[in-house]
């Protein structure tokens, strides 16, 4: 099986031209799949799994995407 096992991942991923290639490193020079990925995106990811820590500052709050 490919990608990450187990429990405490998070994966962000786009659709399109090369999603799914399933290749260990992108040979792609533009790298669209992860430019096709927002900065919203992480930082809601990113906030998401800090809020599932025990302790968390209440200042962090999700953007739109």
């Given at each position: 099986?490919?990608?990450p096992?187990g429990?405490?991942h998070?994966?962000?991923?786009?659709?399109?031209?090369c999603?799914?290639?399933?290749q260990?490193?992108?040979?792609r020079?533009?790298?669209?799949?992860?430019?096709?990925?927002?900065?919203?995106?992480?930082?809601?990811?990113a906030i998401k799994?800090?809020?599932?820590?025990?302790?968390?500052?209440?200042?962090l709050?999700?953007?739109?995407s």
């Amino acid at each position: 099986v490919w990608g990450p096992r187990g429990g405490g991942h998070t994966v962000l991923q786009a659709t399109g031209g090369c999603h799914g290639c399933r290749q260990d490193a992108c040979y792609r020079p533009t790298h669209e799949c992860m430019d096709a990925i927002s900065v919203g995106e992480v930082f809601n990811a990113a906030i998401k799994i800090l809020s599932e820590q025990p302790s968390r500052p209440s200042s962090l709050t999700p953007r739109p995407s």
